[in-house]
């Protein structure tokens, strides 16, 4: 993502809103809560407050430039919304979130709509659990 997304989603670009992009844009992990953008911030020697990290995610939440999730009833987290739906699973001993897309799952759910005469406009898949002690090595986020 760049300055030109910004401008689309008619938003000015300033360098706050810059350097959130890239931070979410460039991080490992998908998913960060404004507390950890805001500590990314600071330990780039960045002078961006809280409270404007905050409301930044809130405009590109509103622009349609992050997803917000409530996991777990935990923080809020944040994701770049990229176009591409997916779903996710979430682990309820470290808050550790992977990312899945399976289309039989997917077809399933309209299927499903189709027999009550639903229309899915939106959805939402989030399974809670714990990875095997080995851990899931594939599909890390």
């Known amino acids: 993502m760049e300055s030109s997304d910004l401008k689309k989603a008619g938003l000015k670009v300033t360098l706050p809103r810059m350097k959130i992009l890239d931070l979410l844009a460039n991080s490992p992990d998908r998913h960060l809560k404004a507390e950890d953008i805001y500590k990314m911030l600071l330990d780039a020697g960045?002078?961006?407050?809280?409270?404007?990290?905050?409301?930044?995610?809130?405009?590109?939440e509103a622009a349609g430039l992050?997803?917000?999730?409530?996991?777990?009833?935990?923080?809020?987290?944040?994701?770049l919304n990229d176009g591409e739906h997916h779903d996710h699973?979430?682990?309820i001993r470290t808050g550790r979130v992977v990312e899945f897309y399976d289309e039989i799952i997917e077809q399933?759910?309209?299927e499903i709509a189709r027999e009550?005469?639903?229309t899915i406009t939106?959805?939402?898949?989030?399974?809670?659990?714990h990875f095997d002690d080995e851990g899931?090595?594939?599909?890390?986020d």
Request: glycine share 10%; net charge negative; proline share 0%.
């Open 108 to 110: 399933r759910q309209k």
């Open 66 to 79: 992050v997803t917000r999730h409530h996991f777990d009833g935990g923080h809020a987290v944040f994701e």
């Open 116 to 118: 009550h005469g639903f």
């Open 136 to 140: 899931d090595a594939e599909g890390r």
């Open 46 to 60: 960045e002078d961006i407050a809280l409270a404007t990290v905050y409301r930044v995610l809130t405009q590109f």
């Open 122 to 129: 939106e959805h939402t898949m989030i399974l809670y659990g």
């Open 89 to 91: 699973l979430v682990d």
